[in-house]
């Protein structure tokens, strides 16, 4: 059966820096799908980022990027110049081709000021 | 606007007393899906469905019935609900069409169960 591990249930970054959350996570497959949720005290799920397993090239969008390691089973996200919006509950999340989706248990992120 | 939007958005109910949770989307979606989110624990899936009445169990289906009568709703239903299943619901719904399209979410449905 497919996991999805997060294993830093809290993290702060100071503003405007950089902060790489974990994500790893356990399939036989070869064809999947990776994403970053972003989970705002409003409780609204937003995407975040996502990564098809065949391609090799790691998905940027704007200030959040992946590291995505495919041997490795390994998917973090690295938030560029972090900002005070950017506190939330993130979620690592799997997906394979029957639309079957593994939730991490999320990283708890806090911006400080 | 295109949106999902579930009903009842905040719900505190007794041991057995029948539910329903609506869940409805205006996006033409064919996929549609339910989790619930408890602490220390992230989202889990409960049902997921590709179509009009095509429905398929996601991990943790116990305790839980769903419909898909029309493609624009998908009905969570707890038959006796119990107090494991205080927890936080999300609908969900998508494309199925192309490599793979974006989920998006309702606002979520507080549900207590004395």
Not at chain 1, 30 to 44: E, G, H, V
Not at chain 2, 32 to 41: E, H, I, K, T, V
């Amino acid at each position: 059966a497919q996991t999805v591990t997060q294993s830093q249930p809290e993290m702060s970054v100071q503003e405007a820096e950089t902060v790489t959350l974990s994500c790893t996570y356990d399939t036989s497959e070869n064809n999947y799908y990776l994403f970053w949720y972003k989970q705002p005290p409003s409780r609204q799920m937003i995407l975040v980022i996502r990564q098809e397993a065949y391609k090799q090239q790691n998905a940027t969008e704007n200030r959040f990027s992946v590291n995505f390691q495919k041997a490795a089973k390994s998917f973090s996200l690295k938030i560029s110049d972090s900002q005070l919006g950017d506190t939330a509950m993130y979620f690592c999340a799997f997906m394979k081709g029957t639309y079957k989706y593994i939730f991490g248990t999320g990283t708890r992120l806090k911006v400080l000021a | 606007e295109a949106q999902v939007t579930q009903n009842p958005r905040y719900l505190i109910t007794v041991t057995g007393k029948k539910l329903t949770v609506t869940c409805s989307q205006n996006m033409n979606h064919e996929y549609m899906s339910w989790y619930r989110q408890d602490p220390g624990l992230g989202l889990r899936q409960i049902y997921y469905s590709m179509n009009v009445e095509v429905t398929d169990k996601g991990d943790v289906p116990e305790g839980y019935k769903v419909s898909r009568k029309e493609k624009r709703n998908f009905p969570l239903i707890l038959e006796s609900p119990s107090p494991n299943q205080t927890s936080l619901y999300f609908c969900a719904s998508s494309f199925l069409t192309g490599t793979y399209n974006e989920q998006f979410f309702g606002p979520g449905t507080r549900l207590t169960v004395l």
